[in-house]
């Protein structure tokens, strides 16, 4: 079984800093990984998705962010944050023998500041 | 092209009582998810679909939660009797089934047993 681990459960950032968020998962075979934001009483909306190939995903919104095999993990990335990147953000994996069954993380609050 | 489509969006219920939520997916979308989102969680899967039938039910809790899926398109969710612990976002989400296809997710029922 896989497992995922958002490190942060809120980040709190100044507008227009960059920010980091650290997701890390376990799983005994390989995976595919996601990003999800979450807008208050929204559903959510995909923000980039690792498959293969490039480790450095480029996403939606400015975001990007790099699959490290050695350390397992997934983090997101944006040089440059603007108030309405204010949401929750779910990194999810999936594996290649159950594809659509997804493992979220518990989330990372974004709170971005003028 | 609409989304996934939920209703309602918001749902007050007394507890023991029953409730039903319903989502219409992406026209297209062979496969459909049910999602419970607890407050200050990730979702969670309860029920795949791939066309009409489930094919992971193994966190749906059977004793109270039923599903269907009758024509393959549309499907509705039920809890009864429901208890104060089924408070919660319930997410629907669609895909093509297809590999490296991610799934779209609908805006979620906010479901209150008071």
């Known amino acids: 079984a896989q497992s995922v681990t958002q490190l942060d459960s809120q980040v709190p950032v100044f507008e227009e800093a960059p920010v980091e968020l650290r997701c890390n998962y376990s799983?005994?075979?390989?995976?595919?990984l996601f990003w999800y934001v979450q807008y208050p009483n929204q559903g959510l909306q995909l923000l980039l998705k690792y498959l293969s190939g490039s480790t450095l995903v480029k996403g939606i919104n400015g975001f990007e962010a790099e699959f490290n095999k050695s350390q397992t993990s997934f983090h997101l990335r944006k040089p440059s944050v603007h108030i309405s990147d204010t949401a929750e953000y779910f990194c999810?994996?999936?594996?290649?023998?159950?594809?659509?069954?997804?493992?979220f993380g518990a989330g990372t609050q974004v709170v971005v500041t003028p | 092209e609409a989304g996934v489509v939920q209703s309602p969006r918001y749902k007050i219920i007394e507890k023991k009582q029953p409730v039903a939520f319903w989502c219409n997916p992406i026209s297209g979308h062979n496969t459909l998810y049910w999602y419970r989102q607890n407050l200050g969680q990730g979702p969670e899967l309860l029920i795949r679909y791939e066309n009409e039938e489930a094919v992971d039910d193994s966190q749906l809790p059977k004793d109270r939660f039923s599903a269907e899926r009758l024509k393959g398109v549309d499907s509705t969710l039920k809890i009864q009797p429901a208890e104060l612990g089924d408070s919660a976002v319930y997410l629907c989400a669609s895909s093509t089934g297809r590999a490296n296809t991610e799934a779209f997710f609908g805006q979620g029922t906010r479901l209150t047993v008071v």
């Open positions: 999810a994996v999936t594996t290649t023998d159950s594809w659509g069954k997804l493992q």
């Open positions: 799983s005994s075979v390989s995976v595919y």
